[in-house]
């Protein structure tokens, strides 16, 4: 190892090779992910508790603030990297400054959630941690500016977007505006942010980020997310075994539980998106904002087996079918968004796609009904768990030869 490499000494940021081989997520990305663990555990059981209190508009409007603001973040960070992570000391002390606004942000949710319920836009310590967050990356598009001439117009349109999103953000923090103000402007905000990127994406030379280190990126925070989907199931199974020891229902929770967070990746990572973004730069687009809503349906599952958890200690408002609910939705929205996302992706369609969409639907309806007519709830978890197995089987059976040859027609495109 070279002395350099052993320093950590400052290196110039003028890009790394977007064709680089065996390019992988690095230490420091990993250990910053550790921190969205903690975010994103604490948005969804947050969510959790406006749930079982019957405040479903409250707790939406927190945990979309809260996902969105975690995860855009994220993304900004995650893409930059890509392209110019130098792992120096500047590089690794700008992440240090994320991670500290992360948990910052993750620390002022139960205000944002408590807020809305008293309609109130109590948002101050969330701004104090995005805007830490940005600040960071206004301070790494700026070194890559000065150091990246080739690029430097496009370092410098984020650097002004970055700041100027962040001014409107502060300002939402204050008590000056009136609520509804506040949110209209925190709505302008986040469009102002999304429509910035895809300006500068598309108007302006695109930053050297790799493909397959963003497709790894985005496979591994969607497995941190899967993480609060077990750590839901365990929430309802320690509910189940304090209210009536271990037991059958204990057990079929916990199969239910696993097998539909396992069935949810294995969903997921049927979708070859490194092949995509390397076949079409402008692909990027939907695949980096359409995990947004793919991130949070994972984490509002979580969310919903935490509501399993409270309903079984009968410590919520909501009566067996609202509780299936809670977790039969999200399910859905994952799967619509995974098919529209790869729709989007990839050329050509299969019919076999709208069965599979109609087969999750009729087991997450049926999960929802055995509810509603009183069978027991791992019963209808044991049905819901069925939902995502659908795609699954029609994958392995036959979905994969479809595949096969969109992935082939991508890289066909690349060559």
Do not use: K
């Not at 103000?181 to 030379?205: K, M, N, R, S």
């Not at 790894?216 to 199974?237: D, M, N, P, S």
């Not at 009536?244 to 396992?262: C, K, R």
């Amino acid at each position: 190892m070279s002395e350099v490499a052993r320093t950590h000494r400052l290196r110039r940021m003028t890009g790394r090779d977007p064709r680089e081989s065996h390019r992988s997520a690095s230490p420091l990305e990993l250990l910053y992910d550790l921190t969205l663990v903690v975010a994103f555990s604490l948005a969804g059981s947050q969510f959790a508790h406006a749930l079982v209190e019957d405040h479903l508009v409250e707790g939406l409007l927190g945990f979309a603030v809260a996902m969105f603001a975690i995860t855009l973040a994220w993304i900004n960070y995650s893409w930059f990297a890509s392209a110019y992570d130098t792992d120096d000391a500047f590089m690794r002390l700008a992440t240090l400054l994320q991670m500290v606004g992360v948990l910052v942000l993750a620390l002022g949710l139960h205000d944002l959630f408590e807020g809305f319920d008293h309609g109130e836009f109590d948002n101050a310590v969330v701004v104090a941690g995005y805007v830490t967050m940005r600040v960071s990356m206004i301070l790494l598009w700026s070194r890559a500016a000065a150091h990246d001439r080739d690029r430097r117009r496009t370092c410098l349109a984020y650097v002004r977007l970055i700041a100027v999103a962040q001014v409107g953000w502060v300002v939402t923090a204050t008590d000056v505006l009136p609520v509804p103000v506040q949110i209209g402007l925190a709505l302008a905000l986040f469009a102002l942010e999304l429509g910035g990127i895809v300006w500068i994406e598309t108007h302006l030379p695109p930053t050297p980020w790799h493909a397959h280190h963003i497709a790894e990126r985005y496979g591994l925070l969607a497995i941190i997310t899967f993480g609060e989907v077990v750590l839901g199931t365990t929430t309802a199974i320690e509910a189940v075994v304090t209210d009536q020891g271990w037991s059958v229902e204990a057990a079929v929770i916990a199969l239910a539980g696993v097998a539909l967070a396992v069935g949810l990746w294995w969903c997921y990572f049927t979708v070859p998106f490194a092949h995509a973004l390397t076949a079409s730069n402008a692909r990027s687009m939907v695949f980096g904002f359409g995990h947004l809503v793919l991130y949070a349906s994972i984490a509002a599952t979580g969310a919903g087996l935490h509501a399993a958890a409270y309903y079984v200690e009968h410590h919520s408002e909501l009566d067996a079918a609202q509780t299936m609910l809670t977790m039969a939705m999200p399910v859905a929205v994952f799967v619509l968004a995974l098919f529209t996302v790869f729709h989007l992706l990839f050329p050509g369609r299969d019919p076999l796609h709208h069965w599979l969409l109609v087969g999750t639907l009729v087991f997450l309806a049926a999960a929802c009904a055995l509810a509603a007519w009183g069978a027991p709830l791992a019963l209808a978890l044991l049905v819901l768990m069925l939902a995502p197995w659908v795609t699954v089987l029609g994958y392995e059976l036959r979905g994969y030869r479809h595949i096969d040859e969109v992935a082939g027609a991508t890289r066909d495109v690349a060559r």
